[in-house]
């Protein structure tokens, strides 16, 4: 068990690029979940994805934002057309299909937009 | 609809003094309640969970926090802080949503411990 991964550990982007950040979940866990946070706030829930399937995405904040599983182990998290607001923390969280669901987090990558 | 609210956002105690972080929740069905703390540029680590059975949970670094449903709440204590203590706490709600448990977190607490 090595834990949750998620490179890169920091980006710096200009406004308007494109971003995508990557996370490795735990080898047997086969759901996972993308947070944001941002200064003086607790995480925020992005998507979820049990296996590859999306099952929850109505809380990505605008259609620049998506994420995607292939193959049901690493996901990718996309921001096109970058902004300033979107400066923040990004999380990635993986649970095990059974049991009592504890989340457990990656070290997040942080993302500035200039 | 759940919710999570953290009372103080910064908490400031002596080392070696009762650590008190407070959390008060509010969730429509039985929740699971979690306390993750997270230190500078880094994720959030699990201290301890509540998942319906004792309501005195105990965690990891003589951490401990009690479920009071009559209160709606789930504080965090520890009897005697340490420097290594100064972080920032976030209390979680998780309750089963559409087949996935959707956790839902307050703001956080930082915690300063004075030498």
């Known amino acids: 068990d090595t834990g949750v991964s998620q490179d890169p550990r920091h980006k710096i982007t200009k406004r308007g690029q494109n971003v995508t950040f990557r996370c490795d979940p735990i080898s047997e866990h086969n759901r996972l979940y993308w947070y944001r946070q941002t200064l003086g706030q607790g995480p925020e829930f992005l998507t979820y994805?049990?296996?590859?399937?999306?099952?929850?995405k109505s809380r990505l904040l605008s259609d620049r934002f998506s994420a995607e599983r292939p193959k049901g182990s690493f996901s990718t998290l996309e921001i096109q057309r970058t902004e300033q607001g979107d400066s923040a923390m990004y999380l990635c969280?993986?649970?095990?299909?059974?049991?009592?669901?504890?989340?457990?987090f990656g070290a997040g990558t942080r993302l500035s937009v200039l | 609809a759940q919710s999570v609210t953290q009372l103080g956002s910064h908490v400031s105690v002596s080392e070696g003094a009762l650590v008190l972080l407070r959390c008060n929740y509010s969730?429509?069905?039985?929740?699971?309640l979690f306390w993750y703390v997270q230190y500078p540029n880094q994720g959030l680590q699990l201290l301890l969970k509540?998942?319906?059975?004792?309501?005195l949970v105990k965690g990891i670094n003589g951490f401990e926090a009690e479920f009071k449903k009559s209160e709606t709440s789930f504080h965090l204590t520890k009897p005697s802080a340490h420097m290594s203590d100064a972080a920032e706490y976030f209390c979680?709600?998780?309750?089963?949503?559409?087949?996935?448990?959707?956790?839902?977190f307050g703001i956080g607490t930082k915690l300063q411990v004075i030498p």
């Open positions: 994805f049990q296996n590859e399937a999306q099952l929850e």
């Open positions: 969280a993986s649970s095990p299909a059974r049991g009592q669901n504890i989340q457990y």
């Open positions: 509540y998942t319906s059975a004792a309501t």
């Open positions: 969730s429509s069905v039985p929740p699971y």
């Open positions: 979680a709600v998780s309750v089963p949503a559409g087949g996935y448990q959707k956790v839902t």
